[in-house]
């Protein structure tokens, strides 16, 4: 079975140790503590993301695509014309071309059997709706004390993610 490559926060890959989770509440912190004094760097410029999503634009669309942004990445939004009963080797060239043209996808609003069929074919870092509300990125920014907004507090988190990710 293909190993996968869906890039998801520590509560739900449980391959992750609680240094992974440290070190990604660490980089978020760093992350904060920039924004806070004005110093944010452009640690991902050049790199090309992807926002394959189902749903019109939504707060979701617009955390990630100011998060990637923010750290000096391009974000193309598309939305998909795949589904689970699109045929293996439609989602396998969609995955591949996605591979090609991106450092990384975020996937929302898509079936969880559609991203992960997607992961598999990809090549790079596959999101599943990491900037969604319900996501448990959520539960790390609740980490990251009241010094900044809830709202400020889920991008840094998303930010760390991505320079994890791809950083």
Request: charged content about 20%; some cysteine; overall charge negative.
């Amino acid at each position: 079975m293909p190993s996968s490559n869906i890039a998801r926060s520590p509560e739900v890959e449980p391959q992750l140790s609680p240094l992974s989770v440290a070190s990604l509440l660490s980089r978020a912190r760093i992350l904060q503590r920039a924004a806070l004094g004005g110093t944010t760097r452009p640690l991902l410029r050049g790199k090309n993301l992807g926002l394959l999503c189902e749903t019109p634009p939504d707060e979701a669309q617009v955390l990630f695509r100011r998060a990637a942004e923010e750290l000096g990445a391009h974000v193309a939004v598309m939305r998909s014309s795949l589904s689970v009963a699109s045929s293996p080797q439609e989602v396998q060239h969609t995955a591949r071309m996605l591979g090609r043209l991106y450092e990384a996808v975020e996937c929302q609003g898509l079936d969880s059997v559609l991203v992960q069929r997607i992961a598999e074919h990809a090549g790079i870092p596959v999101f599943e709706g990491a900037a969604m509300k319900d996501h448990p990125a959520d539960r790390l920014a609740e980490l990251l004390g009241d010094t900044t907004p809830q709202a400020d507090n889920r991008r840094f988190v998303l930010q760390a993610m991505l320079l994890e990710a791809i950083g």
